[in-house]
T-cell receptor
């Protein structure tokens, strides 16, 4: 069963516009959720995790247990935000990744 | 700590040959994941291993693909009799195995089958 769903494969926004990358998860326990980012031709790297409740590069993500969502948001997109974004769920010791959303920020 | 090391970075194989991809996890990490990323596609889970054990191979094709993580040495993803459709980037990630810890990724191996 799909544990992590990222409904948008591609997302384009203009520079300076708000951006929201959607992530929904399926897990009955207490989830650990992460966002990873992959810039062009680089390795995936951790962007943020929900338990740290911090903002990285202007991005934030709030865990909504009622909606089982962990959407990634940024109020003003920058060109350097163009990348592939993956939402990930850690259950016990196993990571489940979504299929990713490719974000393009148009100058 | 050099991070997760994958080699080779690029691998070219002719159809029918074997491809062996190596992943050395970070020091102290006993859990390894393999993912495949097809061109213009997202990350697809293949297999999850702990030292000497395959925990979940539900994402791995039943034929031609195998993975191991021996007690000593790197994790190996092996693809026998490669076909053009196997061309992709293969990423390895490692984790300590302790609860709440993130996974760290290697830079990937880009396999091209000609």
């Amino acid at each position: 069963a799909q544990r992590v769903t990222q409904p948008e494969k591609l997302l384009s926004v203009f520079k300076g516009a708000p951006v929201e990358l959607k992530c929904n998860y399926s897990y009955s326990g207490s989830p650990e959720l992460f966002w990873y980012v992959q810039y062009s031709r680089q390795r995936l790297q951790l962007l943020l995790r929900h338990i740290s409740r911090e903002s990285i590069k202007g991005f934030t993500a709030d865990l909504n247990k009622g909606e089982t969502s962990f959407h990634l948001k940024k109020p003003f997109a920058q060109e350097e935000d163009s990348a592939m974004y993956y939402c990930a769920l850690l259950t016990g010791n196993q990571f489940y990744f979504g299929t990713g959303t490719s974000l393009t920020v148009i100058p | 700590n050099a991070g997760v090391m994958q080699n080779p970075r690029h691998l070219v194989r002719r159809r029918g040959q074997e491809a062996r991809l190596r992943c050395s996890p970070m020091k102290g990490h006993s859990h390894v994941y393999w993912y495949r990323q097809l061109p213009e596609e997202g990350l697809k889970f293949m297999v999850y291993l702990q030292k000497e054990n395959i925990i979940d191979e539900s994402g791995m094709p039943k034929e031609r693909f195998s993975a191991e993580f021996p007690k000593e040495g790197p994790s190996i993803l092996r693809i026998q009799q490669v076909v053009r459709g196997d061309s992709a980037a293969y990423f390895c990630a490692s984790q300590t195995g302790r609860v709440d810890t993130e996974a760290f990724f290697g830079q990937g191996t880009r396999l091209t089958v000609v």
